[in-house]
């Protein structure tokens, strides 16, 4: 009498995990910008810990480190374009 075949157990794959260190577009230091993101306010926090360089974006449920980082490198392409002006808070005419 011959035995039943036994079934081999799944392969589990490992997930492949995104990064959240990132290099830096001003400074050049690889993997020296961190990038944090709050869901309970909806913002993603990325700073360089080098040069200090800072941005933050709105995010919504599904966002993730890279798309604060891809917000970011967008934002400075924004900026180059239109000659390095930044637009912001801080900027006023004065008369």
């Known amino acids: 009498m011959g035995k039943r075949k036994s079934s081999s157990k799944p392969v589990v794959k490992a997930k492949v995990k995104l990064d959240t260190a990132f290099d830096c577009l001003f400074c050049n ?4 910008v961190a990038v944090k993101i ?8 990325l700073r360089c810990k080098i040069c200090g360089q800072n941005h933050q974006c709105r995010t919504d449920a599904l966002s993730q480190p890279i798309d604060v980082y891809s917000d970011w490198i967008d934002a400075c392409d924004e900026v180059k ?3 390095g ?7 006023y005419d004065e008369e």
Do not use: R
């Not at 230091?29 to 020296?32: A, G, M, N, Y």
């Not at 709050?38 to 926090?45: A, P, Q, R, T, V």
């Not at 002006?85 to 900027?91: I, K, Q």
């Open 29 to 32: 230091h690889e993997k020296s």
């Open 38 to 45: 709050d869901k309970k306010s909806s913002i993603g926090d």
């Open 81 to 83: 374009d239109k000659g």
């Open 85 to 91: 002006v930044a637009e912001g808070p801080d900027d």
